[in-house]
């Protein structure tokens, strides 16, 4: 069956357009023109993938996305016609899978939303990489991360991370001490990086700080190359 996407954006022809486009290549769409609306099929409906325009009457798209979190890892891309990139990191830093940023080809949207679903998916089935050797649990302090069952341990207790997430600690795990740059990190989980996307990776290292490090404006494991990137610490 068809994937289901919820589409909310406040622009009734924008709107139409994505929906017609999106059915046309093959996934069933339902939309909402409001943050309100957005939320009441969310719950009915329980989308694969929400579609998500930032300035949108009633409740934003970041207060949606707030919420949506709040019950719920569905994929979520925000839509913006925001020029400013703060708009843009605010949504992924609640939460937000991807983003888009209007004007954007149709074509490239569909993509986007394969990738990302696909992503979500192998996620959440739990696919390993399928060598012996890749499977192997990473281990470093109170950090556990069991790549058989794609979960991370902090002192014994599972710490709940997104895909993305899961994927550049993985990645930098994997290598301690070796320096990553944006676009290293960004390859772990973006099919096709492009250079306007690299600052998402700090706010994705912000979060990953957030669940792995005791104080987070001092970090233990992941640590900041000034004008190059991160790397994860060497085992000790």
């Known amino acids: 069956m068809e994937e289901l996407i919820l589409v909310g954006e406040d622009e009734k022809e924008m709107n139409r357009m994505i929906c017609?486009?999106?059915e046309a290549v093959g996934f069933r769409t339902i939309?909402?023109?409001d943050g309100s609306e957005v939320l009441d099929l969310f719950r009915r409906e329980n989308p694969a993938l929400v579609l998500l325009d930032i300035m949108m009457p009633r409740l934003?798209?970041?207060d949606v996305t707030r919420r949506i979190r709040s019950q719920s890892n569905t994929p979520i891309i925000m839509l913006?016609?925001?020029a400013e990139e703060g708009d843009k990191l605010?949504?992924?830093e609640i939460g937000a899978d991807d983003y888009m940023t209007k004007p954007f080809s149709m074509k490239e949207l569909a993509a986007r939303i394969r990738a990302v679903l696909r992503r979500a998916a192998n996620f959440s089935s739990g696919e390993a990489a399928e060598t012996d050797e890749d499977k192997t649990p990473l281990?470093?302090?109170?950090?556990v991360l069991d790549r058989l069952k794609m979960l991370l341990y902090k002192g014994g207790k599972a710490v709940d991370l997104t895909a993305v997430q899961y994927a550049i600690l993985e990645k930098m795990m994997a290598s301690p001490g070796r320096v990553f740059n944006r676009m290293d990190l960004l390859n772990s989980f973006q099919e096709d990086p492009w250079e306007g996307y690299e600052r998402t990776i700090d706010v994705h290292i912000k979060n990953i700080r957030k669940l792995t490090e005791a104080d987070p404006s001092h970090?233990?494991?992941i640590e900041t190359v000034?004008?190059?990137g991160y790397r994860f610490r060497e085992k000790s």
């Open 219 to 221: 970090p233990e494991y």
């Open 80 to 82: 913006t016609a925001m």
């Open 20 to 22: 017609d486009y999106l």
């Open 31 to 33: 939309s909402a023109l």
């Open 226 to 228: 000034w004008g190059v």
């Open 60 to 62: 934003d798209g970041i």
């Open 90 to 92: 605010m949504g992924l």
């Open 139 to 143: 281990e470093e302090g109170d950090l």
